[in-house]
């Protein structure tokens, strides 16, 4: 009898184990995580097209020249 009580403990260890390792290894889908992954994408893709057209397409300082007459 101690011996069948020992392979049940040691079944149901081995099954609470594969199912922890299975839960940890998948993981959770959070909605909030798919979301700041959404996002990333979107900042991401921005970037990448703000790069394609160059940085000369930016001004260098948002102050207008202004040129004063020689005295």
Same mark, same amino acid.
């Given at each position: 009898? +101690?011996? !069948?009580? /020992?392979?049940?403990?040691?079944? =149901?260890?081995?099954?609470?184990? @594969?199912?922890? =390792? $299975?839960?940890?290894?998948?993981?959770c !889908? *959070? #909605?909030?995580? $798919? *979301?700041?992954?959404? +996002?990333?994408?979107?900042?991401? #893709?921005?970037? +990448?097209? *703000?790069?394609?057209? /160059? =940085? #000369?397409?930016? %001004? =260098?300082?948002?102050?207008?020249e202004?040129?004063? %007459? @020689? %005295?």
């Open positions: 009898m +101690e011996r !069948h009580y /020992g392979s049940i403990i040691r079944r =149901l260890l081995t099954l609470i184990t @594969a199912f922890f =390792l $299975a839960v940890t290894i998948l993981g !889908h *959070d #909605s909030i995580e $798919a *979301d700041i992954a959404a +996002e990333h994408r979107r900042l991401g #893709s921005i970037v +990448e097209r *703000d790069l394609r057209y /160059g =940085l #000369s397409s930016f %001004p =260098l300082t948002s102050q207008t202004t040129f004063h %007459p @020689a %005295p």
